[in-house]
């Protein structure tokens, strides 16, 4: 059976929490007792007693008039966040490196069985004219097809068909090209 439980700030006023980081716990005095609550990932979970409950329960028990003390707890270390997870992190990754290469060199042997799109019948080819791009992404869209074309990912075309691309900024400020297929989908 779980409980629900919300701490105001009344409760909090008189209280000085001890947070233990490492163990992703906070031990809370509230009367004669200590409440444990945990963060995710902790490894005790049988030591709490509280569930932390999603952002919008605390916004639905606000709604109706609760008092929520509410708290954001983050490491002081000078970590390089750009970092971020990596894929050498998952262990089975690490155990069949040979499987997930570093860059791949080109496309994948041709198979027993060949892929292929089926478009509803008496589809016409789809050309949509290019997105506006701004100089910075015309030269993106320059340097990604020309490196795409020699590693033989993607070679010229005079096919009747055709998609605008367009980019998003990544978090590390390079740009993802991103393909409209919309037109082409509703054919499939």
Same mark, same amino acid.
């Given at each position: 059976?779980?409980?629900?439980?919300?701490?105001?700030?009344?409760?909090?006023?008189?209280? !000085?929490?001890?947070?233990?980081?490492?163990?992703?716990?906070?031990?809370?005095?509230?009367?004669?007792? !200590? +409440?444990?609550?945990?963060?995710?990932?902790?490894?005790?979970?049988?030591?709490?007693?509280?569930?932390?409950?999603?952002?919008?329960?605390?916004?639905?028990?606000?709604?109706?008039?609760?008092?929520?003390? +509410?708290?954001?707890?983050?490491?002081?270390? =000078?970590?390089?966040?750009?970092?971020?997870?990596?894929?050498? =992190?998952?262990?089975?990754?690490?155990?069949?490196?040979?499987? @997930?290469?570093? =860059? +791949?060199?080109?496309?994948?042997?041709?198979?027993?069985?060949? @892929?292929? !799109?089926?478009?509803?019948?008496?589809?016409?080819?789809?050309? %949509?004219?290019?997105? %506006?791009?701004?100089?910075?992404?015309?030269?993106?869209?320059?340097?990604?097809?020309?490196?795409?074309?020699?590693?033989?990912?993607?070679?010229?075309?005079?096919?009747?068909?055709?998609?605008?691309? @367009? @980019?998003?900024?990544?978090? =590390?400020?390079?740009?993802?090209?991103?393909?409209?297929?919309?037109?082409?989908?509703?054919?499939?």
């Amino acid at each position: 059976m779980t409980n629900t439980s919300l701490l105001d700030a009344n409760t909090m006023e008189n209280s !000085i929490p001890n947070i233990a980081c490492a163990e992703k716990l906070m031990h809370i005095p509230f009367g004669n007792e !200590i +409440l444990t609550i945990r963060g995710e990932g902790s490894n005790k979970r049988n030591e709490s007693r509280l569930n932390i409950i999603s952002c919008s329960k605390a916004q639905e028990y606000m709604s109706k008039g609760c008092h929520v003390f +509410l708290a954001n707890i983050s490491s002081t270390k =000078d970590e390089d966040k750009s970092k971020g997870k990596q894929l050498e =992190d998952v262990s089975v990754v690490r155990e069949f490196l040979k499987v @997930f290469p570093k =860059d +791949l060199s080109g496309i994948p042997p041709t198979r027993q069985v060949e @892929f292929q !799109i089926d478009l509803v019948p008496g589809a016409a080819p789809v050309a %949509r004219a290019p997105y %506006r791009l701004a100089p910075s992404e015309m030269k993106e869209l320059a340097d990604q097809l020309q490196e795409l074309t020699d590693k033989g990912f993607i070679r010229p075309s005079s096919s009747p068909w055709g998609a605008p691309v @367009f @980019f998003v900024k990544k978090k =590390d400020v390079s740009f993802r090209m991103c393909i409209d297929y919309r037109e082409l989908n509703k054919l499939t």
